[in-house]
């Protein structure tokens, strides 16, 4: 029964799981005005990116977009293509919550 339940939570994860989230390091802006309006303009040129934010002092940008229509490497080209350095954020190897859930669950 549990593993019953455990793949039709998952299988409704990956079906209604369309948006995503991912840090970016952002290198080469030389202004909070127009550096940041012009990175905001590239990514608003992108199909599929739902929201943005670009951190100038920290030298970073947190995009939310659909999986299904845009990825990280494009993300990455199109400020590569304003001549900026960017590059994916590491993040710390954490299980989501749900998982720890169920792996606490099932333990």
């Known amino acids: 029964m549990k593993k019953i339940l455990f793949s039709i939570v998952c299988i409704l994860g990956v079906c209604m799981a369309a948006d995503k989230t991912s840090d970016f390091d ?22 599929g990116i ?27 080209a199109a400020l590569k293509a304003n001549n900026y350095s960017c590059s994916l954020k590491e993040k710390p190897n954490k299980d989501s919550s749900i998982i720890s859930f169920f792996k606490n669950l099932f333990n």
């Open 26 to 47: 952002v290198k080469g802006m030389m202004c909070s005005g127009g550096c940041v309006k012009k990175i905001n303009r590239a990514m608003d040129s992108i199909e």
């Open 50 to 76: 739902k929201s943005r934010e670009v951190n100038f002092e920290k030298s970073t940008m947190t995009v939310i977009y659909d999986d299904k229509k845009v990825n990280e490497d494009m993300i990455v």
